[in-house]
């Protein structure tokens, strides 16, 4: 008798362990990401571009370049774009990239910005470091709106950043955007 229950029990856990583990991969496998490049510039255009044509095609690029970038080392300076078009999604999140680096010492502060039906919304402190490194923040929710991301709101987005702080400033050489989704 005891020797079946125990049996029983174990057979229960385990089959609950094999369909919890299923439904984890299950999820896991569902969830995709798309990268959105910029493709125009946005309405704010307050960095200078170094080694390219206009803002936007300084941080374009799918690799990396530190030989074209967008500059400033002056306070309250926007720099968005315009992304591509991306078709319809169940968005779950957006992550905003950035590859870049300080100013210099002294000018190293941006957050993240996104352009909302002409409202700006912003994102957390990012404190550049000397070398080049990319920096992420998600957003799970639109910021406009507190729901989740729509196709549309994605379409519709302008985003890139802000010069903030005692110690604003900085160089991005790349600027993309994650779109998460199932």
């Known amino acids: 008798g005891v020797q079946v229950i125990k049996t029983q029990d ?17 999820l896991l496998v569902l969830a995709a990401t798309t990268t959105i490049r910029p493709d125009a510039n946005g309405i704010y255009t307050q960095w200078t571009p170094v080694g390219c044509g ?7 690029e799918s690799v990396p370049s530190t030989n074209d970038s967008v500059e400033t ?11 591509q078009y991306i078709h319809s999604l169940n968005i779950t999140s ?3 990239s950035y590859y870049a680096r300080e100013y210099n010492t002294t000018a190293r502060y941006i957050v993240p910005l996104m352009v909302i039906n002409n409202t700006d919304y912003y994102g957390s402190l990012i404190n550049l470091t000397k070398p080049y490194v990319l920096y992420n923040q998600t957003f799970f ?17 302008q985003a890139g950043m802000k010069t903030y702080g005692s110690r604003p400033g900085g160089r991005v050489a790349q600027f993309y955007a994650l779109v998460n989704y199932i």
């Open 73 to 83: 080392y002056l306070a309250n300076k926007s720099d968005v774009y315009g992304l």
């Open 94 to 96: 957006l992550v905003l």
């Open 10 to 26: 174990t057979m229960k856990k385990l089959i609950l362990g094999v369909s919890g583990a299923l439904l984890f991969f299950s």
């Open 141 to 157: 929710v639109n910021p406009a709106t507190g729901l989740n991301w729509t196709t549309s709101d994605i379409n519709n987005l």
């Open 54 to 60: 206009t803002n936007y095609q300084c941080v374009d």
